[in-house]
């Protein structure tokens, strides 16, 4: 059987729980609907401004190294996962130090990145 | 047809252990744990030692007004809930549970990265939630817990990344099957004490990713009222919490796996290799303990530590956990080529 089948049934089921028990409820309770409950969450008071959709430029500033760092990681997975594929011979682990060499210079050029990015304030909260 | 009724078998217990088991339990320990550290009784009248607590509770709360704010973004608003629980719920998917074929639902050679994968996608319900309720304190706090997490998942992933370095595999039974053979091979003590940072900073970062106190500022009370899920009510708001407990399961299952020898403990492959079932019971029996152990250790840091501030929890996940966790793989690698 494709191991993969488990990953979408279980996928579903879990919709399906998911579903039933943030919707299934709301059949039961009463329905008495007012202009007061239903607004926005202001300490008992109207709001007075709306919600504009502008956010503190730190975030998209996280978003962004986030998917650098991440993209980073990634290239980091095949290197751990590659040496189960390795005997014990001696050109094997000539592969090794290769493999470790390659990581550390990869690594090394992230560092450089980091220490400017650290340098220019961008890991900086106010 | 066997082999399918078997399969749907375990991903059916494996889903309701955790909606129906994990997290009634975990609402009920996690009140009187709490309790205990702060010298209260917690709750103790509803059945004996309050156990039937959650079941008041859900009850409770199933039978409330659903209320949803005239401002919220409908369909949005609506989705966020179950984009929480959908990979809450799929959390044993990947993790092996006992010995043997039965120990795990499925086993896929980039296991890891699907676990990995699954629990990233809680950010969307989480940030969604937020954004969607159209409400100040709920973006403030879902815009707070979004960056928050995807920070911490950077050092999550470095960090889970050296388990499978020293497995040499990203299949999760493969990385479970390292660590045989007593605690001395449990990845946590692997170059001991050097396999203890990396330990040490899953810990951390799992209270990070769940959004557990220390780090629990989406949520801090004082100053956001709830957070996300202000805007919620009914059963919807109890979804968030399900979510939430079970997500702290996965990433404890998740830590135990991965450094902790998962299903391993003394006498487990003597009893498989004699009676398979006896064997396979003490392996989950191994499992759920060490799990349950990682839960209560949840619950007394929150007991214990002061919230942080929030410029203090970004600089030390990107200034401290994400530096120590390149270098600590880096540290495994080059003890891995040369130490053999």
């Known amino acids: ?126 | 047809m066997i082999e399918i009724l078997i399969m749907l078998a375990k991903v059916i217990v494996a889903t309701l252990f955790v909606v129906a088991g994990v997290v009634p339990v975990m609402i009920w320990a996690e009140r009187r744990v709490v309790a205990r550290l702060q010298q209260r009784y917690g709750p103790n009248r509803c059945g004996p030692l309050g156990l039937f607590q959650p079941f008041a509770d859900a009850i409770k709360l199933a039978m409330k007004e659903t209320i949803a704010p005239l401002s919220a973004d409908r369909g949005l608003y609506l989705l966020a809930p179950a984009l929480m629980a959908v990979p809450a719920f799929m959390g044993m998917l990947l993790i092996p549970y006992s010995i043997g074929p039965h120990g795990y639902v499925t086993r896929l050679s980039v296991g890891l990265l699907l676990v990995l994968a699954i629990s990233s996608v809680q950010v969307y319900g989480l940030f969604l939630s937020g954004w969607s309720s159209n409400s100040k304190y709920p973006v403030m706090g879902s815009l707070r817990s979004a960056a928050q997490m995807v920070s911490y998942e950077l050092s999550l992933a470095t960090v889970a990344l050296i388990p499978a370095l020293l497995a040499g595999s990203l299949d999760m039974v493969e990385i479970v099957n390292n660590q045989r053979g007593g605690v001395l091979n449990w990845h946590a003590m692997h170059y001991f004490p050097l396999g203890l940072l990396p330990f040490v900073m899953m810990v951390i970062i799992a209270h990070a990713e769940t959004n557990r106190s220390p780090f629990d500022l989406p949520e801090a009370e004082s100053e956001l009222v709830g957070g996300y899920h202000t805007e919620y009510s009914s059963m919807k708001f109890a979804t968030f919490f399900m979510a939430e407990y079970a997500a702290m399961w996965n990433i404890a299952a998740l830590t135990v796996a991965l450094y902790l020898g998962g299903w391993g403990g003394p006498g487990v492959e003597d009893l498989y290799s004699s009676s398979p079932v006896l064997g396979f019971i003490l392996g989950c029996a191994y499992f759920l303990i060490k799990t349950a152990a990682f839960m209560v250790f949840f619950v007394w840091v929150r007991g214990t530590l002061p919230r942080l501030r929030y410029d203090q929890l970004m600089s030390f996940g990107w200034k401290g956990l994400l530096p120590a966790a390149l270098g600590v793989t880096l540290l495994m690698g080059a003890l891995k080529t040369f130490l053999r």
Not at chain 1, 35 to 48: D, F, H, N, V
């Open chain 1, 1 to 126: 059987m494709n191991p993969y089948i488990p990953v979408l049934v279980m996928g579903a089921l879990a919709l399906v729980v998911g579903c039933v028990v943030a919707y299934g409820p709301g059949l039961l309770g009463p329905k008495r609907p007012s202009r007061l409950k239903q607004s926005a969450y202001e300490c008992g008071m109207e709001p007075i401004s709306k919600l504009g959709r502008r956010l503190p430029v730190r975030y998209s500033l996280v978003a962004i190294l986030f998917l650098l760092f991440d993209v980073e990681l990634v290239f980091l997975f095949p290197w751990a996962a590659w040496w189960g594929s390795l005997g014990e011979g001696g050109t094997e682990q000539a592969l090794r130090v290769l493999g470790f060499v390659e990581v550390s210079i990869f690594l090394g050029f992230l560092t450089v990145g980091y220490i400017y990015i650290w340098r220019r304030g961008g890991l900086e909260w106010d």
